[in-house]
């Protein structure tokens, strides 16, 4: 049953899809993961409400506790790099744990 | 509308915000004022910490020459409208420090105050009437002086 | 005292000789010996150097330097003299600062006012002077200061331009990059006064202070040159407008070592009162000062209505109500009406109606403790080395006032001791400020008795005795005194000429300038919220910070 | 319609205005007593108009905006600003009629307004393009992380004891009883209630010794009026919530009615002041270590102590 | 623990409130404490001034101007400007003037103002308004001075011519009289001003 | 929700013209030193710093800890069986004791 | 409306990502989420929309903020991966096709729509238990792990000043 909020979940997944491996700097890339999950919500919403799949609320909330925790994990390790090496950028921290 | 317009221009006459900024032994005196007993918030005055909110501008006494350029700066980034107030002997001549070889001598022919207030330093008292002339220019609409003339304008600070 | 002579006999001098009790006047044959000297006399324990005072004579082709050290424990002083020449590239002199850090600013000064060269100073730049006097002597006898004037008047943005020129000079090349930055305490400012604290900081981690100084320069000491030895008080008083009275007493001791005067016992216990009235005026906006820099207004308040009271027996016994100018050469300038007392003692019980609260609420405030127990902490070492004094040196624990090292007007006759913590740190700063306070409405209560009983067996006649006449010309000398002023110690030192209307050379120390050295050592590595408060806790006022 | 008309007068910003007037006069009349002085005397009745004619002066004052700022940015702040802490006066019953907004979900609906205002102020000070902003700023959100989730906690006391989210439902729930069980809960409100509001002795961010005025450093005139307009509406906010979820609102003694409600912030109002005269400002790190060794762990044993208090007292409710 | 103590401040704090506060006088109208010998505007007695300079010469801050008069020997009289003066009160104390001085600055107002321009500044002054009637009746008072003076310094003359004749005479010499010192001016420090 | 959205969308607009009115009473007079940053009265000496050096992550990690703790509690709300009350305390007691433990561990961190 | 709305939000967070100053890409994105969750409101699940506002606006916009703080007013530039986007567009296809082409296999049984949050609380409290330890640990785990690196830190910024 394609309802037409689903496209739009879709491009939002799409939209993090590419936000993650464009490989730019750390904050960009938690947005696109948000991204990531918030689709995975939007489409876990959409299904409880237009096909009454409830138990889909429950999982959205775990998605969100997920999120968040991820978030907080992934930004420490961020301050920790930047701290340790001073990098912004991912894709430089390759080269400065080979230093 | 023009009951409106007159009641913000009575507003601005009734509250006078200064800039908190001291270059003499005057401000001893105005600490004074803001104390217990002259307590110059019954009549609506009130030290705010950055001149961005302030109203008037207070000459504490003497200006050096190292601080002029921080009080016209002072002055200058204060929003209209705004009074200038001088305390003091050491803002009409130098006062005591007139042979002195740092002191500016004419800081009023610089930045033109709206009020002189006499004295060394000025009662508390005398300041507080000091201020309440800058009212009484406020609601007769005179411009203030600085606005009209001065070297300030000229110079580059 | 005989080991410094003897000390002092190891090399060339002039002359060594006993000044007062607890000095010893020496002059050096050539200024060469003079690091040698100076690190003999700091191993015998004389540690602190009180500060350095170049006096220009044009027609002798010399500068004379002046170098008090002192000993805070044993109170054992030398006055040291020595020549250096004149002309500018020879004016030269070993510099005292590796062994003294306390000297860099004094220094600094001599060099930025007179021109002295100190060899191998570590930081040699002008300091206190405003733009347009760099690389000029002001204070140099010669000096055509009229000129100079002139040329300001004319053209006053010169003195702004100038102003911008050091703004660029001075400026930190910081990585745009990075998260350092230099922000600017003062001189507009809510706590700071005029003076600006040029802070480079990380975030709020403060990596280094340098302050720049001068924002209330006067030029005092060569004021009082254009003054006549009466006039001359008021600039003296001007020092700093908190504590007013002490250093005129202490510029009309030095008058009257001249003068050869002695004044009368109640001039001397008049003396003693308006001081100490002086002294809790300032300590009480110093305590308000401390709390209103930690976002606290109610002490300040509090502490300024008390002081009103205090302020009014100045006001009836002079006329004024913090200019006073009641001290002159030869005694107290107005006669005392004994209904005055009883202002005095409205405002002892205003005191002591208030003190109560002020030690219950304030004193002990657990915030206070929390925040001020471990910050801005000095050790007796350092007060030592950078020579320190008043209510900081005894927040360390050094047993220095000089009302009691050296008693002037009538302070060897009232019951006293030293107020002293050990800890340095800010909150005990605070403490001993507080301490002080009680102590001198003491001292307020003693003199008051002694004058009355006086009064009532007729040994001091309140309207005729207090002054003595000193004469309007001065013979040719110099002299030395010190008060304990509200912040620490004043060192004055006066030179006349023969039959001269105003002085020659007036040296004024005063213990602000030592203690902002201070800040940048003590301010390392702490965060932007110690700013306001080792500041404040160090008592500094501007006034006496730049003269 | 009425909704509109909610929105300029009553609970909005008409309201508002007053609000600010009355408790910022309150404010200075209260402070200046304890200093030992008078406070504002010579305008209108124990000086009444005083604020008046300052807020009014602030409102008709020239705006600087200084150049190398965003513009927009700089001024839609306060306006957001205000907006925000407008918006949870909708949910609170002010009266046994008149919340604007009934809703299941009203308390979260209004931690989360509240909990949206430091990010605007961080915005503002990271937008002034000045140092001190820009310090007062990150002081805003450091100040937030550390008391946003002890209020959040201390908050939701209540609903857990009454089982609803319902801010009506609390209030008609409420009891006696239930405020003794509510009192460490409103006393951690409080101290966090403090810190949200940038109030002494954590008025870090806008600590005037230290980073001359935080964020509102660069604002004038009109600007600045919205900031403090903000300010003092979130003060109502705050207060309202904290009367609705622990004194329970309007109800008093011998009547229930506003005045009640107004009387119970006034006196929260009052508290905090003495506080103000009283104790100095502490440093950002001791604010965060007392937030979170004391006020978070205390608050979340308040909330098992609530459960318990639930099953063992109120089993029936 | 801590809690408690702020508490127990707070307490102690609301004390502040049953105080009275001190400032119950408007200030505009009323000095909260103005003493005898508060030091304020001068007023200066012109009819006993004897234009002696001693309070320009001790004027710290040169505030005074000396106002030439007609007359010969109290030909000047202080002006004081009272925006450069720092009521210190040393002119005062240096007027030999007895039993009143004749610059007198304690007791005066305290809210001397003035306007904001420089030259408003400037024109801040205490004038001496002498009526002419005075200047006149000090000029024909002067000239009888004059006249008695010369009348007396003739008799003088011939006094002493006949003095110095008598001693001539006489062969022995007598004790010359006593010169009465001229003013110079110097203040009279170990006079206090009587409160 | 609609009323709500009305009420917001009514004070956004009472909001902006109180602003405009106020704008439009104001003065206007820009000039370049008016216009520049306040740096206490003196030209700024240096730049605004791009970014914060800021120590406090580990507190940033514990707020989003505990206000997903919070939200949990959120949905307790409405439990009404006896066993979940007692659950959610034993909860609030775990997460009370993780936190002292971790601000203990962190403060042990920062002495050394 | 929901159309209008969604498509707002796809616009902000393409706003987001390709913004190049870091303080406006926080806010489109701020605004996104703050959209996404009136979004879940109007699809009656009103906690969770308010969840969605609460931990966003409230929660991940304060540690986005340390981010950016970290960051500075501007992104640093980086080396464009072109074939990310190709990679995203054929994803985006593929999952629309995949949807659109098996909707009907996808017909679950529509259950009865309950109140969502009574169903949480029953369904979920028997694991909120391991969720708090799983939070206790991480945490505990977080803060000991910054604590080791700042010991690090310290021993090799000594170890140079020794040098
Ligand atoms: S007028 Fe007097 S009190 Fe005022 S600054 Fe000058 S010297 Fe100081
Ligand atoms: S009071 Fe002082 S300053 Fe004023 S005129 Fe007399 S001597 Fe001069
Ligand atoms: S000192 Fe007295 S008598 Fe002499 S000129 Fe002045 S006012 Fe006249």
Known sequence: MFNIEMFFAFGLFSLGLYGVSSGRDFLRIFFSLEMLLNAVIMMLAITAHHLGMTQNIVLAYLVIVLATLEAAAGLLIFAAANKVSGVIIPDELNGEVEK | ??????????????????????????????????????????????????????????????????????????YAQMPEPKYVVALGACSFDGGPYN??????????????????????????????????????????????????????????? | MKKIKAILENFDTEYVEDYKKIWIKAKLQSSDALLAVAKAVQDEGLRSLSTVSPTDFPDRETIELNYFFEDLQTKRNLWLKCDIPRELEKCEIASLTPLFPGAEWHEREAYSMFGVKFLNHPDLRPIIVSEDFIGKTPFRRDFDWEQHEEDVAKNVQAIVDAFKDEQATNEVNLDPESSETVLNWGPTHPASGPIRLRVHCDGEEIISIDPDIGYVWRALESLVTKKDFVGAIVAVERLCFMDNINSMVGYCMAVEEIAGTEITEFAKWMRVILGEVARISSHFMGLGGFFMNLGLH???????????????????????RIATASIEPGGVRYGLDMTMFDELQKALDQFDNTVDDIEMIFVNNPTMKVRAKDVGVLSADEVEDYALCGIVARASGVKTDIRIDEPYAAYDQVDMDYVTRSNGAAADRFKVLFGELKQSVDIIKQAKKRI???????????????????PKKLPAGEALSRVEWARGEVLMHLVTEEKAKSPYRLKLKAPSFNHTMMLNKLLEGQTLSDIPLVFGSLYVCQGDLDR | ????????????????????????????????????????????????????????????KESITPDGVNPYLFSIMPILAVITALLPTAFIPWTPSYPVVESEYGLLALIVLIGIEP?????????????????????????????????????LSPALLFGTLNLSEIVDQSSWGSFLVLIPGFFLYFITLLGLLEQPPFNIPDAEQEIVYGFYTEYSGTNYFMLKLAEFTEFMAVFAGAATLFLGAYKGLFFDNYLCFFIKMLLMAIVMMILRAATPRITLKQMLHFSWRYLVPISLLNLAWVMLAKNLFFAGV | MLLIDI????????????????????????????????????????????????????????????????????????????????FCGLCEDACPTKP???????????????????????????????????????????????????????????????????????????????????????????????? | METFLIYAASVALAVFLLYFLGVALAPYAPDIIKNDHFECGLPASSEVPKKANFGFFVYAIMFIVADMTGLFFTLFVYTDSQQGTLMASLFAFIVAFAIILATKEHRYAENT | MTILLLTIVLALAAASLTIKRSVPAMVSFALMMFLLGIFYMTLDAKVLGLFQIFVYTGGIIVLMLFGVTIIGVAFPQAKSRPWSAVAAVLVFVALVALFVRGADKLQLTAGQATEDVHLFAAQFSDFVILFALIGSSLLYGTVKMAGLLKARKKSTAKGERDV
């Open chain 2, 1 to 74: 509308m023009l009951r409106i317009l007159d009641f913000f221009d009575y507003a601005k006459s009734e509250s006078l915000w200064m800039a908190h900024f001291c270059t003499g032994c005057c401000s001893l005196e105005m600490a004074a004022a803001m104390g217990p007993r002259y307590d110059w918030e019954r009549y609506g005055y009130m030290p705010t910490p950055t001149p961005r909110q302030a109203d008037i501008l207070m000459i504490t006494g003497l200006v050096s020459k190292k601080i002029l350029p921080a009080l016209l700066r002072t």
């Open chain 4, 1 to 60: 319609m009425n909704t509109v008309i909610d929105a300029f007068l009553f609970p909005g910003l008409f309201y508002a205005l007053v609000w600010t007037v009355l408790l910022y006069w309150f404010f200075r009349k209260f402070m200046a007593p304890l200093h030992k002085r008078v406070g504002p005397h010579f305008n209108g009745p124990y000086g009444s108009y005083q604020t008046l004619f300052d807020l009014s002066k602030l409102l008709t």
């Open chain 3, 452 to 470: 009355e009983e006086g009064v009532a067996s007729g040994e001091f006649n309140p309207t005729k005795d207090h002054m003595v006449k000193v």
């Open chain 5, 7 to 86: 508490v127990k401040k707070m307490v102690r704090v609301s004390k502040a409130l049953m105080v009275k506060s001190p400032a119950q006088v408007d200030v505009r109208y009323e000095a909260m404490h103005h003493p005898a010998r508060y030091r304020g505007e001068h007023t200066v007695d012109y009819e006993t001034c004897i234009g002696c300079d001693a309070c320009n010469k001790i004027c710290p801050v040169h505030a005074i101007t000396m106002k030439h008069l007609p007359l010969k020997k109290q030909n000047i009289v202080p002006e004081v400007n009272l925006s450069v003066c720092i």
């Open chain 2, 99 to 157: 042979d002195s070889l740092a002191v500016i001598k004419n800081p009023t022919e610089i930045l033109p105050a709206d009020v002189f207030i006499a004295g060394c330093p000025p009662k508390p008292e005398a300041i507080i009437e000091g201020l309440e002339q800058v009212k009484q220019k406020m609601k007769d609409k005179i411009p203030s002086a600085a606005s009209q003339g001065g070297l300030w304008k000229e110079m580059e600070y």
């Open chain 3, 298 to 320: 109610t002490l300040f308040m509090w502490n300024l209505g008390t002081r009103e009271f205090f302020l009014d027996f100045l006001e009836s016994y002079s006329g004024a």
């Open chain 4, 119 to 155: 990010f605007l102020l961080f915005l503002t000070g990271f937008g002034s393009d000045n140092k001190y902003s820009f310090l007062g700023g990150i002081r805003v959100l450091t100040q937030s992380i550390s008391m946003e989730t002890a209020f959040f906690l201390a908050a």
């Open chain 5, 100 to 195: 009143e001085k004749s610059i007198v600055l304690s007791g005066g107002r305290y809210d001397m103002l003035s306007g904001g321009w420089h030259e408003e500044q400037n024109d801040f002054w205490v004038n001496v308004d002498i009526p002419q009637s005075y200047i006149d009746s000090r000029l024909e008072a002067e000239d009888a001075a004059r006249v008695k003076k010369e009348m007396a310094a003739k008799k003088r003359a011939a006094q002493a011519a006949a003095k110095a004749e008598a001693a001539k005479r006489a062969e022995a010499g007598e004790e010359p009289k006593k010169e009465q010192k001229p003013f110079d001016g110097t203040p009279d420090f170990s006079k206090g001003v009587e409160g």
